[in-house]
T-cell receptor
Framework: DTAVSQTPKYLVTQMGNDKSIKCEQN?????MYWYKQDSKKFLKIMFS???????INETVPNRFSPKSPDKAHLNLHINSLELGDSAVYFC?????????????FGQGTRLTVV | AQKITQTQPGMFVQEKEAVTLDCTYD???????LFWYKQPSSGEMIFLIY??????QNATEGRYSLNFQKARKSANLVISASQLGDSAMYFC??????????????FGTGTRLQVFP
């Protein structure tokens, strides 16, 4: 029973292409996130959604567009991929803000742009 | 301003010994949470332990304990009786859930721990 699942695990694509990463959580959490981990392993938040509503957009290029069809899903669509987009992208979810609990992470999607 | 600082890029420890991974944080919010995550070479992020800013006692989870010193703003992770499987990257993180539009985890740069026989 995977709590937070994201697909695909690996994605290799050419510059200029458009790609999507899907994320689903079965924990009943209200908040979902996308994080980017760069080649130096630094993790930084990109977006957070609460109940399908965009809450945080951390100065991410508008080529990145999250979509939340319902509170259990948060997909990430990337247009016109660039070499610098190569990274590991993590989806995560957590309980409502008032309960300061941990975030559960998906297994990550390693995106390689060639 | 950097919110989470992990000053040890790498640490070595012998199997069965204890090791402390350092983490200091910066916040003016009285309500916050501190987390440690483990990232093995396989890449997934595994939650280890949580400490709330109002918790009176240090958090413990099995071989993991968190040495929380609020006045010093430090939240060091102590791993007792290290095992070879503990070799991984360890990330300290903070959450400041003041409101929905600031709710996020802020991560440190990580410490790579290597356990040798």
């Amino acid at each position: 029973d995977t709590a937070v699942s994201q697909t695909p695990k690996y994605l290799v694509t050419q510059m200029g292409n458009d790609k999507s990463i899907k994320c689903e959580q079965n924990l009943g959490h209200d908040t979902m996130y996308w994080y980017k981990q760069d080649s130096k392993k630094f993790l930084k938040i990109m977006f957070s959604y609460n109940n399908k509503e965009l809450i945080i957009n951390e100065t991410v290029p508008n080529r990145f567009s999250p979509k939340s069809p319902d509170k259990a899903h948060l997909n990430l669509h990337i247009n016109s991929l660039e070499l610098g987009d190569s990274a590991v992208y993590f989806c995560a979810s957590s309980q409502e803000v008032e309960r300061n609990t941990e975030a559960f992470f998906g297994q990550g999607t390693r995106l390689t742009v060639v | 301003a950097q919110k989470i600082t992990q000053t040890q890029p790498g640490m070595f420890v012998q199997e069965k010994e204890a090791v402390t991974l350092d983490c200091t944080y910066d916040t003016s919010d009285p309500s916050y949470g501190l987390f440690w995550y483990k990232q093995p070479s396989s890449g997934e992020m595994i939650f280890l332990i949580y400490q709330g800013s109002y918790d009176q006692q240090n958090a413990t989870e099995g071989r993991y304990s968190l040495n929380f010193q609020k006045a010093r703003k430090s939240a060091n992770l102590v791993i007792s009786a290290s095992q070879l499987g503990d070799s991984a990257m360890y990330f300290c993180a903070m959450r400041e859930p003041r409101s929905y539009n600031t709710d996020k985890l802020i991560f440190g740069t990580g410490t790579r721990l290597q356990v040798f026989p």
